[in-house]
Nanobody, 114 residues
Framework: QVQLVESGGGSVQPGGSLRLSCVAS????????MGWYRQAPGKQRELVAR???????NYVDSVKGRFTISRDNAKNTVWLQMNSLKPEDTAVYYC????????WGQGTQVTVSS
């Protein structure tokens, strides 16, 4: 079955950095786009970044220039490098296969606070 396992969350001060990882199994990873989403308390889950099967990235405006999504098809892994973190980045971060699938990871908490 499809499994997505995220890691790398934690607590950091504003301006800090974190790198999230998502390892996929049970899918043909190289054939799928992958997305990172986040959900803050009381808010809807939102797409943060997406990377196509060919490696082209897209970002929501609020993270452009601060976050970088990348992938390694040989490792079935997608990463989200998050720099210059802000308190408003605090959320549970999820990876997902594509934009419309039901395949989600379990989520990893990111807390940005002084």
């Amino acid at each position: 079955q499809v499994q997505l396992v995220e890691s790398g969350g934690g607590s950091v001060q504003p301006g800090g950095s974190l790198r999230l990882s998502c390892v996929a199994s049970g899918i043909t990873f190289s054939a799928n786009s992958m997305g990172w989403y986040r959900q803050a308390p009381g808010k809807q889950r939102e797409l943060v970044a997406r990377i196509t099967s060919g490696g082209s990235p897209n970002y929501v405006d609020s993270v452009k220039g601060r976050f970088t999504i990348s992938r390694d098809n040989a490792k079935n892994t997608v990463w989200l490098q998050m720099n210059s973190l802000k308190p408003e980045d605090t959320a549970v971060y999820y990876c997902r296969v594509g934009l419309n699938s039901d395949f989600w990871g379990q989520g990893t908490q990111v807390t940005v606070s002084s």
